[in-house]
């Protein structure tokens, strides 16, 4: 999975292959001070110098940057749970010397575009949900299966930049394995280059899904209502989720980059609703993240 800055490169631009992804979710005080910023100041917004596109301008054009890094997150067990712990994701990318480096969030799943033009790009995506804490904390060890701790969801993306300053992004992902049913993530973020070093971006972000995803995260069937005594629950289809992000992340050479995200999300309609969240968890879900990562031309 791979988080990367957003460079623009109009004068030495290829056919990009890369693979991004990352877990979600943060505080709202925060993100919003950064949206405030942001629309105050949208006309400074400019993209990095393409020269920095490359860690080594020399390398040659059919040679790959790799992008090698983690994140450490501080995120609710399940979604919808009120206790936290810690957890990690990898960060890896590989792409063509002179590519465009498209700017990637900690929310986005894992993307691989197939078209690209200078300010949209289109592809397939996918997404793995570590609910961790799941079954356990729900008590659903003893009633088999019912307890959702790893599901993947496959699907397309759709990302367009109105403006330099600009990102808009649809997934839309179904869930394969684990879970089941659709899951549709709309977000859009204002980017500011304040420096060549530095990059912030922030924005909302809505989540909406059918029933059948709906019902694998937050219904309750009979045997779970036997087992947790708690009543039985079908959640519905619509708006899952509504939440905002801040993302932040400082270039400390062509090579060396650290990042921070924060991620918050309100759960609403029939997940709120649901007796998991609602009696024994909270609507409000959090995560905190840092990371670093290093870039290196491979010569093949």
Known sequence: MAHLRDEYDPDARTAATACRGSLRKAPSAAVFLAIAMACGIPQAARAQDANQTSPNASASSSDWI?????????SPEYSGSD???????????????GSREWLSLPQDGID????????????????????????????????????????LEIGAFVEYW???????????????????????????????HPTSQWTF?????LSIADGDYMNAYYGIDGAESQS???????????????GAGLYLE??????????????????????????????DGSADQFTFSLGAKYQFVWNR
């Open 66 to 74: 790799v992008t090698l890094g983690a994140w450490g997150n501080f």
């Open 201 to 205: 971006a922030a924005g909302p972000r």
């Open 250 to 279: 400082y270039k400390w050479n062509d090579q060396l980059s650290t990042m921070a995200a924060f991620n918050y999300e309100r759960l609403v309609g029939s997940a709120g609703d649901s007796p998991f969240v609602r009696d």
């Open 228 to 242: 947790l005594h708690l009543a039985k629950y079908e959640a519905s289809a619509g708006v899952r989720s509504t």
């Open 83 to 97: 206790h936290y712990d810690l957890g990690g994701s990898p960060i890896i990318d590989f792409r063509r010397v």
């Open 162 to 192: 109105p403006a330099e300053w600009l990102r808009t992004r649809l997934e839309a992902r179904n869930a394969v394995y684990g879970a089941e049913g659709w899951v549709f993530d709309l977000s859009s973020d204002f980017v500011w």
């Open 112 to 151: 691989y575009e197939l078209f690209e033009t200078e300010n949209f790009r289109a592809g397939p995506v996918g997404a793995i949900r570590w609910d961790w804490g799941n079954s356990k904390d729900r008590g659903l060890k003893e009633i088999g299966d019912t307890g959702i701790d790893l599901s």
